[in-house]
């Protein structure tokens, strides 16, 4: 094998080829992730289009049902309304005939009225008529029964319409009459009910303020209460601590004077036991207290220190 020269002069460096291999690596790095950009894109835009056309159909279902619900609350709205109108309808064929019949039969009276009218009216000309041809018997030659009987009609027609008038004025009345009553009624019963609102209200009103004025006179009475019977305890502990020395001179200078009486027995030792001093009264409860609050409706009467030293020193000489 013939062996190949190579020329090391015209060789790169190292740094050359580097940065010859670094320009190829970056090159295809830079294919690698434009291809990949690309390909994201492409995934992205296609995950888009579905999700568009995702919505697209949820939007369209939703528009559809939203749609249908409003054609069936249309619909049942248009049942309400025709139900009413039936409704409405019915009452005012109800009314128009009622109305109907109650002319039918002021029509019957009218005309039975006309008619006795008429037979009334044909009676007496008749009457009259016998009257004439008794005293004329050539009257009845010269009597027209024609213009009777037009002046006969006429006269029916004209007591017909004065009824028909007669009755259509008096139902007027009577209407206009029943109407301001029931008025009237209504004004009353209205006013009542005002009444009885403002006069509950009031009493309600009351019922709370007089609550309220209560509670408080309690709260007073028993922060009076407390504070009396403190000043009290304390006055009587501290005269009890005052009398205790006194006592005790007072008895030091009794033996001085006067000699002790000298007995026999076990007791003869003892001198005479001290007298207890007596208990202050029994507090009220204050169950007591609400129980006489709410018998009687005026305050009790606040103690007075003046008694309370009275009974003190009278229990004190007593001793």
């Not at 054609?71 to 109305?99: G, S, T």
């Not at 507090?283 to 606040?302: A, E, G």
């Amino acid at each position: 094998m013939t062996e190949c020269s190579i020329d090391k002069e015209s060789l790169p460096t190292v740094t050359e080829v580097r940065r010859g291999f670094a320009v190829l690596e970056d090159r295809s790095l830079a294919h690698n992730l434009q291809e990949q950009e690309i390909e994201h894109h492409l995934a992205s835009n296609v995950q888009r289009n579905r999700l568009v056309q995702h919505d697209l159909q949820v939007a369209k279902r939703l528009q559809e049902e939203e749609d249908h619900k409003a054609q069936l609350r249309l619909q049942k709205r248009q049942r309400e309304i025709e139900r009413r109108d039936n409704q409405m309808a019915q009452v005012i064929q109800d009314e128009l005939a009622l109305q109907a019949e109650q002319r039918r039969q002021q029509e019957e009276t009218d005309e039975a009225i006309a008619r006795k009218l008429q037979e009334k009216e044909e009676r007496r000309r008749k009457k009259h008529h016998q009257d004439n041809t008794s005293q004329d018997p050539y009257h009845m030659e010269s009597f027209d029964e024609s213009k009777v009987g037009l002046r006969l009609e006429s006269g029916v027609k004209e007591v017909t319409q004065g009824i028909c008038q007669l009755s259509a004025s008096e139902w007027e009345q009577r209407d206009a009459e029943l109407a301001r009553k029931l008025q009237e009624e209504e004004m009353l019963a209205t006013q009542e009910a005002q009444k009885e609102a403002q006069k509950a209200a009031q009493m309600a009103q009351d019922e709370e303020i007089a609550r309220l004025l209560m509670e408080k006179e309690k709260r007073a009475y028993r922060k009076h209460k407390g504070e009396s019977g403190r000043a009290a305890e304390d006055e009587g502990r501290k005269r009890s601590s005052e009398r205790k020395p006194h006592e005790h001179d007072k008895k030091y200078e009794a033996g001085d004077y006067t000699r002790p009486k000298m007995c026999d027995g076990p007791e003869a030792g003892l001198g005479k036991p001290e007298r207890p001093v007596r208990p202050p009264g029994p507090k009220k409860d204050s169950d007591d207290f609400d129980l006489n609050y709410k018998s009687s409706p005026q305050r009790p009467p606040r103690p007075s220190s003046r008694s309370t030293e009275s009974s003190q020193k009278a229990s004190y000489y007593r001793q």
